[in-house]
């Protein structure tokens, strides 16, 4: 597979935007206690399948795989897991961390 379908786009979009409108109504329940880990785990398992879907010729699903194991860096790194400063990596830096 190596497009989308509309159909299959249509339903992620459809997802996210629930969860999203989930999210939005919780309140904060912030624990971070073993995050650290917990994320770093998710970033491999996901580069994993990213790396077997590719494999398998599933460029579509690679990809995704790939785009769920950069969010979750990029997650970690706003969230303060991991203090990184390249800004090409991450979409938060040492440039824009908060001043105290």
């Given at each position: ?57 599933k460029k579509v699903d690679a990809f995704a795989a790939i785009n769920y194991a950069h969010?979750?860096?990029d997650a970690g790194a706003v969230i303060g897991l991991w203090d990184v400063d390249d ?14």
């Amino acid at each position: 597979m190596d497009n989308v379908s509309e159909t299959r786009l249509k339903r992620y979009f459809k997802v996210t935007q629930e969860a999203l409108e989930k999210a939005k109504k919780t309140p904060e329940n912030l624990d971070i206690t073993g995050a650290r880990a917990r994320f770093l785990d998710m970033v491999e398992r996901y580069l994993s399948d990213a790396k077997h879907f590719n494999e398998n010729r599933k460029k579509v699903d690679a990809f995704a795989a790939i785009n769920y194991a950069h969010g979750w860096l990029d997650a970690g790194a706003v969230i303060g897991l991991w203090d990184v400063d390249d800004n090409a990596l991450f979409t938060r830096d040492a440039k824009t961390k908060k001043k105290t």
